[in-house]
């Protein structure tokens, strides 16, 4: 990875010529170079080498990667232990709020994913050309980075001057610096953009998470690539930790498939529509956004490609349920398999939705049937643990009973995981693996979570609330010293407590549980759906967008995405009571008591969704809004929220 285009110690940069440095920058420019990008490198190159005449110590690199982000800073500057972010608005006049949140966001992902910054002070500048002079305000938060200074050219050195003399610092590397490892965690939503772009993963994710990642979709491409040349029907069931990357790997499949021979293209499949419509939309509009020049591309035909790629099963179901043909795609690729519906709940379904009283399949049976319509096939099965939420929902068993009953000719591969009590709800998984000589195959599990330490300890954490375990939740408590868990029961003081904090374009975003229809009094209303695309795509200005804090998303909303801090409120269907956790319905003017086990299971885990939302990286929160009815919160299981 070209981590910089140019970058020289700053006494070497002084006494080199600008069409030398433009010269390099322009070797290692990927794209068509346009006139306005020589003129900005002339322009940001001629600034600094006045600017940092006084400072040739330090080291200088031009266009730095920012990988997840998918974008390079202009100039980062490495002084006397302190890291420079600097970026130029050429010609602009103003501070644009979007600059300044593009320059806080190269700051952060350098403090949040990079080894060699993680220690180190970080001060953001945002220089536009044509400003007025500006005061000049170093304001560090607790991560030690610090808030973006806008400035003019005059009186950029003022800012360097000032950091030098105030900010204490230990001396950096600037060789190791450029070589530290960069670990990061992307949302879904950034992994699937790159992996629609033709991007590699390794680019965008922590190495030996991409290294799983790899050898699993290794090993399902292999299995594609037999089922085709053997003209053989194929079933691969893919497990994984929390946060491992199962959609991802999912989608990853899928996009390679895309690019192969037609005779082998995929379609992702997904019951959950809310994520189904936010990636979908996310890749059109990022597209566009990325289409070369002279290549225009309407977001109207972009939608269409990504609604033929990204489909909600639902949709296929039915449309497979009116053709009776061999669908295009020969490779299907189930995500959240199970949670795929059981006989009764599809055969409820069709009969009150789609109008046929004779259908008496499961949803994984159905599926299986009309993949078999083909002379070769694979499907691949995405399967999590704990995260059944709604009535209906089949677990793993049903796809195994599918197998056995009617498609004993199909080849099926699994991973050892799957025989764990995560994924085998009714204890018989691995006798029914033996009745239908499944083969094992140990690359199918995804053991290293994508996701950073800290976001793994808060889904444990949660887990061990949740679950009403106390004595686990303290321990669990401790592993994540620095990552703000918050409670008050007033929602205004939560909403301004994650505007205050929330920095760049970090997301935050109201939450609450679709059962919670006692929040009306304060204005959270479970029963006004959000609209996924806007909720999580669109930006503060958009009264739709998750910044608002107007429009509440629930966990059928949220699951399988990211927010970078949230605000949960928390109503009194899910209390504690004598120590335990009571799971209730407001059924007319009262609460009730919920007795079943499966609807006490899915209110408990609607909770856990909710409340690892926030994506555990340095700098992320939830924070709670506990409703009147509730128990002082103390009885929340843990002394590790605070009270704000």
Not at 24 to 37: I, K, V
Not at 100 to 113: E, S
Not at 241 to 265: D, M, N
Request: proline content about 4%; some cysteine.
């Amino acid at each position: 990875m070209n981590r910089a285009y140019y970058h020289a110690p700053v006494a070497e940069f002084l006494q080199t010529s600008a069409s030398t440095i433009i010269g390099e920058l322009t070797r290692n420019f990927p794209h068509d170079l346009l006139g306005t990008q020589t003129r900005a490198w002339e322009v940001e190159i001629a600034h600094l080498s006045t600017a940092l005449a006084s400072c040739p110590d330090g080291h200088v690199f031009f266009e730095f990667q920012i990988p997840r982000i998918g974008k390079r800073a202009d100039v980062v500057l490495l002084l006397r232990g302190i890291i420079f972010v600097i970026e130029y608005k050429i010609g602009a006049d103003k501070y644009d709020l979007a600059a300044i949140a593009q320059t806080t966001d190269y700051a952060l992902d350098l403090k949040n994913f990079h080894g060699g910054s993680h220690s180190a002070p970080i001060v953001p500048i945002l220089v536009a050309t044509g400003s007025a002079t500006a005061d000049v305000q170093l304001v560090s938060d607790s991560d030690s980075v610090f808030y973006t200074s806008c400035i003019n050219p005059a009186t950029f050195t003022n800012v360097i001057e000032r950091a030098l003399a105030e900010i204490e610092a230990e001396p950096i590397d600037a060789d190791l610096w450029i070589q530290a490892a960069y670990r990061p965690t992307p949302t879904i939503v950034e992994a699937a953009q790159a992996l629609f772009s033709e991007h590699s993963v390794d680019e965008i994710s922590r190495s030996d998470a991409a290294e799983n990642l790899t050898v699993t979709t290794a090993q399902v491409a292999n299995i594609i690539e037999w089922s085709e040349r053997e003209c053989r029907k194929s079933v691969c069931f893919i497990t994984g930790v929390p946060g491992a990357g199962k959609t991802l790997a999912g989608l990853k499949i899928a996009t390679e498939r895309q690019r192969a021979e037609e005779t082998s293209r995929a379609v992702f499949l997904s019951g959950n529509d809310p994520l189904v419509r936010v990636l979908r939309e996310a890749l059109a509009r990022n597209s566009v956004s990325t289409a070369q020049v002279g290549s225009p591309l309407t977001i109207s035909e972009a939608r269409r490609k990504t609604e033929a790629f990204i489909q909600n099963i639902r949709h296929f179901r039915d449309d497979t349920h009116k053709d009776h043909r061999a669908p295009q795609e020969h490779v299907v690729v189930f995500d959240e398999a199970q949670r795929a519906w059981r006989k009764e709940q599809l055969s409820s379904f069709m009969t009150r939705k789609r109008n046929d009283p004779n259908f008496n399949q499961s949803e994984p049976e159905f599926l299986l049937s009309v993949m078999d319509r083909h002379d070769w096939c694979c499907v691949v099965c995405l399967v999590g643990g704990g995260q059944e939420i709604n009535t209906g929902e089949a677990g793993i068993g049903e796809w195994l009973k599918a197998i056995q009953a009617k498609f004993s000719h199909w080849s099926v591969y699994y991973p050892d995981q799957i025989t764990g009590p995560e994924y085998d709800w009714d204890g018989d998984l691995e006798q029914t693996l033996e009745l239908i000589h499944a083969q094992k195959k140990a690359g199918l599990h995804l053991s290293v979570a994508l996701r950073s330490f800290r976001a793994e300890e808060l889904s444990h954490f949660m887990s061990a609330v949740i679950a009403g375990d106390q004595h686990g939740a303290l321990e669990l408590a401790h592993k994540i010293p620095n990552y703000p868990l918050c409670v008050t029961r007033d929602l205004k003081t939560a909403q301004a407590w994650v505007k205050q904090h929330a920095r760049g374009t970090e997301r935050y975003g109201m939450l609450a549980s679709s059962g919670a229809s006692r929040l009306r009094p304060e204005g959270v209303v479970v029963k006004i759906k959000a609209e996924p695309e806007q909720w999580f795509l669109n930006g503060p200005e958009d009264v739709r967008s998750s910044f608002y804090l107007e429009d509440v998303a629930t966990e059928f909303d949220v699951q399988g995405l990211e927010l970078d801090w949230t605000v949960v409120c928390w109503d009194a269907n899910f209390r504690r009571h004598n120590g335990k956790w009571m799971a209730m319905d407001f059924k007319g003017t009262k609460w009730q008591t919920v007795k079943d086990p499966d609807r006490q299971r899915y209110i408990g885990n609607s909770y856990r969704v909710l409340l690892t939302r926030a994506r555990g990286k340095v700098r992320s929160s939830t924070c709670l809004v506990v409703s009147p009815p509730m128990p002082h919160v103390t009885q929340l299981g843990t002394t590790q929220f605070t009270t704000i």
